[in-house]
């Protein structure tokens, strides 16, 4: 592969038959060596698909 200019960004391009659907978005980190690792992002599990899920925070009682 061989990262090309698109406007303000560097694209690369994914081969199709590695079978990724258009559409799909990930998360990408950079190691300390340049490795760039290319993650699926997964369903936010803060949220559901009809309602906003409340987030409780738990005390000790003293």
Same mark, same amino acid.
């Given at each position: 592969?061989?990262?090309?200019?698109?406007?303000?960004?560097?694209?690369?391009?994914?081969?199709?038959?590695?079978?990724?659907? +258009?559409?799909?978005?990930?998360?990408?980190?950079? +190691?300390?060596?340049?490795?760039?690792?290319?993650?699926?992002?997964?369903?936010?599990?803060?949220?559901?698909?009809?309602?906003?899920?409340?987030?409780?925070?738990?005390?000790?009682?003293?």
């Amino acid at each position: 592969m061989k990262a090309r200019k698109q406007g303000d960004s560097l694209v690369l391009s994914i081969p199709a038959k590695l079978g990724v659907q +258009e559409g799909t978005e990930y998360m990408a980190v950079k +190691e300390a060596d340049g490795s760039l690792i290319f993650t699926p992002k997964g369903p936010n599990i803060f949220q559901s698909a009809t309602t906003k899920s409340k987030i409780y925070v738990l005390r000790k009682m003293s």
